[in-house]
């Protein structure tokens, strides 16, 4: 099971501070998860320029020139946002009965674990 996913409010909390010109301790959502290569691309974190060729559309509308976009940021160096505190926290999973339609059944579910400052 994924410890983060699409919409999920997560924090930058590894690179060069907002004070030096980098993004940790940014927070956004979540904009896509890439599975295959363990990165994430979060929204407003980690812009790049792209240089997009002069074309036209089918209108007839000029596209191209210099766009900002968010470029991927591993895994590993974003943590999730615990929705109470919203502050970083680490990711658990139990085990829970779910009730549909008179059927039982047991699924895992995520939940943010208390951080050792909060006890």
């Not at 590894?14 to 993004?23: H, I, L």
């Not at 956004?28 to 812009?47: Q, S, T, Y």
């Not at 792209?50 to 596209?63: I, L």
């Amino acid at each position: 099971m994924a410890n983060i996913k699409k919409g999920d409010l997560v924090q930058v909390i590894s690179g060069s501070s907002e004070a030096r010109g980098g993004d940790r301790g940014k927070q956004g959502r979540v904009i896509e998860v890439l599975v295959e290569k363990d990165r994430v691309i979060v929204e407003g974190v980690n812009f790049v320029t792209k240089h997009v060729r002069v074309g036209q559309s089918q209108r007839g509308t000029k596209t191209g020139g210099i766009e900002t976009m968010e470029a991927p940021i591993h895994v590993s160096n974003v943590a999730l946002v615990d929705p109470e505190t919203k502050k970083p926290t680490r990711v658990g999973h139990r085990n829970e009965e779910v009730t549909k339609d008179g059927v039982t059944k047991t699924v895992r579910v995520r939940y943010a674990k208390k951080s050792g400052k909060d006890l």
